[in-house]
T-cell receptor, first 117, second 111 residues
Framework: DAGVIQSPRHEVTEMGQEVTLRCKPI?????LFWYRQTMMRGLELLIY????????DSGMPEDRFSAKMPNASFSTLKIQPSEPRDSAVYFC???????????????FGEGSRLTVL | QKEVEQDPGPLSVPEGAIVSLNCTYS??????FMWYRQYSRKGPELLMY????GNKEDGRFTAQVDKSSKYISLFIRDSQPSDSATYLC???????????FGQGTILTVHP
């Protein structure tokens, strides 16, 4: 089975440019998470979708960040305009939602490493 | 204060050593406790999963949860160079999928 697929794996851009990160969750999973990982702050939850609906976006740092999930097999995280402090590894993860007899284990993609110059 | 505290290390041990990794937390609503392992330039993968207090063993790995002290541990016996990775504790409550992660501990097992 294919895991969570993220693209691009690496992105280098200049300050002020728009960045779009993409994620394809595992088929059949109905929860999707975007995390950001830095050395200083570790893994931080940005936003969480359940059945394509955003449930908790309290981790989105500011209005420059937006996320969408137009269907069950695709999600995007957009940063506009990007800033150097946005440099991090962005992970997408998917899971079966709680209440379906499962542990809620998160399955992570390999991440998108973003560098904003 | 962070909800979950984890010493980032780094921790360096010789092959065959027993490794102890720990996290403390402040949210008494946390009921599910997990350890994820993350190899360099990869995403985290679930290693151990525990519900409420107690111990769980899986091969060379043992997870312990002490809810009264709000303290969880992961022990690795007979550590191997292939165990070199970042270990992240994670936890959540009962009704919400969000996981709160610790900072991660970088472990190196040298031959």
């Amino acid at each position: 089975d294919a895991g969570v697929i993220q693209s691009p794996r690496h992105e280098v851009t200049e300050m002020g440019q728009e960045v779009t990160l993409r994620c394809k969750p595992i088929s059949g999973h109905n929860s999707l998470f975007w995390y950001r990982q830095t050395m200083m702050r570790g893994l931080e939850l940005l936003i969480y979708f359940n059945n394509n609906v955003p449930i908790d976006d309290s981790g989105m740092p500011e209005d420059r960040f937006s996320a969408k999930m137009p269907n069950a097999s695709f999600s995007t995280l957009k940063i506009q305009p990007s800033e150097p402090r946005d440099s991090a590894v962005y992970f997408c993860a998917s899971s079966l939602a709680l209440g379906q007899g499962n542990t809620g284990e998160l399955f992570f993609g390999e991440g998108s490493r973003l560098t904003v110059l | 204060q962070k909800e979950v505290e984890q010493d980032p290390g780094p921790l360096s041990v010789p092959e065959g050593a027993i490794v102890s990794l720990n996290c403390t937390y402040s949210n008494s609503a946390f009921q599910y406790f997990m350890w994820y392992r993350q190899y360099s330039r990869k995403g985290p993968e679930l290693l151990m999963y525990t519900y409420s207090s107690g111990n769980k063993e899986d091969g060379r790995f043992t997870a312990q949860v002490d809810k009264s002290s709000k303290y969880i541990s992961l022990f690795i016996r007979d550590s191997q160079p292939s165990d070199s990775a970042t270990y992240l504790c994670a936890m959540r409550g009962t009704s919400y999928g969000k996981l709160t992660f610790g900072q991660g501990t970088i472990l190196t097992v040298h031959p």
